[in-house]
């Protein structure tokens, strides 16, 4: 549903989100992390899609030389700004992920995780794109999505984020196979392996899917060196 984080969940309604995450969901959250930052190496300069009010910048930040954090939220980038302060290798900006206002080559590693790829609600293939335009030569896109394993959880996860009022009712009759749909119209989908290598084909990367934690499947693009 276009419109939904940047509009209804946001800044501290989008914490809460986690906050009430169940043991399993941490585990997931930490296990998706931890994956990321094997993959930056220090000094890099990285581009967090989707950054929201900051999350998982102040730990990128830790290991890389600059992290920019982008987002369409006006609210939960004055959330990040006030969690970052003092982060001095942090900047964010209102932007839109699948069309950014960078040059090329300006990122060694883009990063857009927790399922990114379909929350925006954007042409995936687009965001794709742009994420392979904006990294350098030798650099690395890294977009994650559910891995199947993990439909169990992903759901009482979303339940709970709906009984707590930050999402719609779910709508149980249509909700199943990947898809989670509310009653308010949010639906919250999937990428699996096929659909990404579909998405990245024909395009200038290497593309290497694997499953980390049983919780997420991740596509990474590597951008060859010229």
Known sequence: MPGYYSDKLTADRLEKCYQLAPPRVVQYLEAELAHVLTRIRPGDEVLDMGCGYGRVMPQLAAKAGLVVGIDTSLDSLREAGQRLRGVRNCHIACMDASRTAFADNVFDVVVCIQNGISAFHVDQRALIKESVRICRPGGLALFSSYSVRFWPDRLDW???QAKAGLLGEIDEAR????????KDGFRATTVDAGQFLKLTAGLDVNAEIIEVD?????CGLHVPRS
Do not use: W
């Open 158 to 160: 979303f339940r709970r």
């Open 175 to 182: 909700t199943g196979d990947g898809v989670i749909v509310c």
């Open 214 to 218: 049983e919780s997420s499947l991740f």
